[in-house]
């Protein structure tokens, strides 16, 4: 289980009380300025510290330290739901898709912004046009390890989950989109979806790769 953190000592006591029992985790520290590493091994996860700020970043550096063959994502400021996990991990395990990927359901009015949604349905569709069939970029997927690190992602910002879904496609991945629950952030403020110009960065970082 990998958590790619920026100072998410809010947000990550309850997300780690959450996770499934039995799954070792692996929080990113990506240059925290609050306790998240601290907050983190107190709730016994591992941490590694990946100082070069970006979300891809952070995702490879868990996906190069995760030892298990089945490595699962998710955000640690609580606004996705953990207990679909198990399902999508069993949905890989069982070899019924390559990669599971979250569909982000809003669970009250507000919780995402309009202009993030536009974008993402946007790019979505972009993506389906090229044969890969979801409809959401969300953070929060299931894959096996090695498969995942073979695909060679090169980007380690905001295109980071967009150049993952095109490259599986091209390489004929099945794909099985599972509905989860999105709600506020438990802390914090996000980095891409709290604001116009982060969606304006996260979205310019995205077409581009679909160019």
Avoid at 84 to 97: C, F, I, N
Wanted: hydrophobic share 45%; glycine share 10%; proline share 6%.
């Amino acid at each position: 289980m990998v958590l790619p953190c920026l100072d998410e000592e809010e947000a990550l006591p309850a997300v780690l009380k959450r996770l499934p029992a039995d799954w070792p985790v692996l929080v990113v520290d990506n240059g925290s300025t609050d306790a998240t590493a601290d907050v983190a091994r107190a709730h016994g996860a591992r941490v590694v510290v990946e100082p070069r700020r970006g979300y891809g970043a952070a995702v490879h550096t868990g996906l190069v330290n995760a030892e298990a063959d089945l490595v699962a994502f998710l955000d640690g400021d609580g606004s996705l739901d953990p207990d679909v996990l198990p399902g999508m991990a069993e949905t890989v395990m069982d070899g019924r898709a390559d990669m599971a990927v979250g569909r982000r359901i809003p669970d009250t009015a507000g919780v995402w912004p309009w202009h993030a949604r536009a974008a993402n349905s946007v790019i979505a569709a972009m993506l389906r046009g090229k044969g890969v069939p979801v409809h959401d970029i969300a953070p929060i997927r299931v894959a096996h390890r090695k498969a995942l690190i073979d695909l060679q992602i090169e980007d380690r910002a905001f295109g980071y989950p967009l150049e993952l879904l095109i490259k599986a496609g091209a390489a004929g991945w099945t794909f099985d989109e599972i509905p989860v629950a999105y709600s506020r952030r438990a802390g914090g403020r996000s980095k891409v979806s709290g604001s116009v110009k982060g969606t304006f960065r996260a979205a310019r970082d995205m077409t581009g790769l679909l160019r």
